[in-house]
């Protein structure tokens, strides 16, 4: 999951960090699952991530899962001193990426959650095979990343879509309308004490980072009080609460 690249919800002061690959050696990655031969090898993985954008996702999966995880912090605007950085990582400019420890490239955080639960699966960030919530996870987990966040994608910056600005102005404000529909909708449904009811999964981090979004804090105090307390609920887990100190804080 990776937010568009005027989003006011993602960090634009990111440090310039150490380069990660040897330009002068050749060595870069490459998308894909499997390694390169002669790609740089790391003990750890290294995600690559904007402050309070979906890499923040990532992060608290790997927390929780307790794998260690190495964080550069990115700003994938047009312009910035990181974006080639990135690029160099990820030919499509978004975050998270995350660079394997063999050198290979994973993106979109979702697949990214069921990568890092096959790593650790007694962390139960996905339910596993057989348990009774794991096709409401799959569901309702898509259904953010595939309903959800694309209102984002257009809505965040409309003029990349349309050209005139009443248009670009229609775009966002139905979009809105449309994410807020689909909090309601997901407010209906959602569990206690967690999404899906007695365990935290995967499910709940997207809740928790999302809702900081907009159409921000107030709404959802107003609107899905339900939802919000599962946020919070999952905002003060241990691992979870320093990941979105630091990216929302």
């Known amino acids: 999951m990776q937010r568009s690249s005027n989003s006011a919800y993602c960090s634009r002061n990111a440090p310039v960090p150490k380069p990660l690959f040897d330009a002068a050696a050749g060595i870069r990655p490459r998308l894909g699952i499997h390694r390169e031969?002669?790609?740089?090898?790391?003990?750890?993985?290294?995600?690559?991530?904007?402050?309070?954008?979906?890499?923040?996702?990532?992060?608290?999966?790997?927390?929780?899962?307790?794998?260690?995880?190495?964080?550069?912090?990115?700003?994938?605007?047009?312009?910035?001193?990181?974006?080639?950085r990135l690029l160099g990582v990820?030919?499509?400019?978004?975050?998270?990426?995350l660079v394997l420890p063999d050198g290979s490239v994973m993106t979109e955080s979702l697949a990214i959650v069921h990568y890092v639960n096959d790593l650790a699966p007694r962390a139960g960030l996905v339910p596993a095979k057989g348990q009774p919530t794991r096709t409401a996870f799959l569901r309702w987990t898509t259904f953010l990343v595939a309903a959800v966040y694309p209102?984002?994608?257009?809505?965040?910056?409309?003029?990349?879509?349309?050209?005139?600005?009443?248009?670009?102005?229609?775009?966002?404000?139905?979009t809105d309308r449309h994410r807020q529909a689909q909090w309601l909708r997901l407010e209906e449904i959602?569990?206690?004490?967690?999404?899906l009811g007695a365990k935290m999964t995967a499910l709940d981090l997207y809740v928790a980072v999302m809702t900081r979004w907009r159409p921000g804090r107030k709404w959802f105090t107003a609107n899905t009080p339900r939802l919000l307390e599962i946020a919070q609920r999952t905002s003060a887990t241990p691992g979870v609460a320093d990941v979105i100190k630091r990216n929302f804080e």
Not at 151 to 170: I, L, N, S
């Open 90 to 97: 990820n030919p499509l400019g978004q975050v998270p990426s």
């Open 151 to 174: 209102t984002f994608t257009y809505g965040d910056e409309p003029g990349k879509w349309v050209e005139d600005v009443k248009g670009a102005k229609q775009l966002r404000e139905s």
């Open 190 to 195: 959602a569990g206690n004490p967690w999404f």
């Open 37 to 84: 031969p002669g790609a740089l090898l790391s003990a750890a993985h290294r995600l690559l991530g904007s402050k309070g954008c979906g890499s923040a996702v990532v992060e608290a999966a790997f927390a929780l899962a307790k794998v260690p995880l190495e964080y550069e912090e990115v700003d994938y605007g047009a312009g910035s001193a990181t974006r080639e």
